[in-house]
């Protein structure tokens, strides 16, 4: 399946929802006219690859780079990516986010849906994620809150992790896809991975629910 555009993630006719709170590196923001008139480097030859050294040397943050960039979101797809096509006026609309540096990038209906969707959550799978980004861990539990969850985590056994879910989920069912050893290793590496989990048919998970 290939999303082409921004709606394609949440429409329903797919059977699931992809929520990117934090954006993707094939989301575009069109810089305005007004950003381009006054750095014309970025329509020199190799322009693509002078946008992201340029942005940086301006040292401007995400306050100044969405002022200067198109509220739309664009979906960069195969249909699209040819050497014609000018890179250049587009922006990564992607966050890195940190405990204390947490914004969603994705649409505000995004937001909206998923807000709404979290509600009926009964199941989560977490996937080598820290659950550190104090933002989304708030968006969670203001929805979620003392609803009693089961929470699988296919990972290497990590206390930090353990402890942000249970601030997050105080009533969850918290629960590794794998048994551990005292020391906190898995008794196979492959057995740890998602590879694993979905390899496991000893053991169900949500996958074949």
Known sequence: MEFRTIDDYTNYE???YLFKPHG??????????E???IHKVLKEVNGMERTPR????LKLNLHDIKRYTEDKITVLHSALIDPTYHLYTYYPSVLLPFKDKDEFLMPNS???LLGYSLKDVEDILIIGWK????NFQRFIKQRI????VNITMVSQKDRLLETEMQQSFPNANIKHH???DTRGYAPDLELSSFTGFIKDSSKENIFFN
């Open 14 to 16: 797919n059977g699931f």
């Open 35 to 37: 950003f381009l008139n």
């Open 54 to 57: 340029h942005i940086y040397d």
């Open 145 to 148: 809150g003392d609803k009693k």
């Open 24 to 33: 993707s590196c094939n989301w575009k923001r069109t810089f305005t006219d």
């Open 110 to 112: 995004h937001t909206a």
């Open 178 to 180: 794998i048994d551990f």
């Open 131 to 134: 659950g550190t980004e104090a």
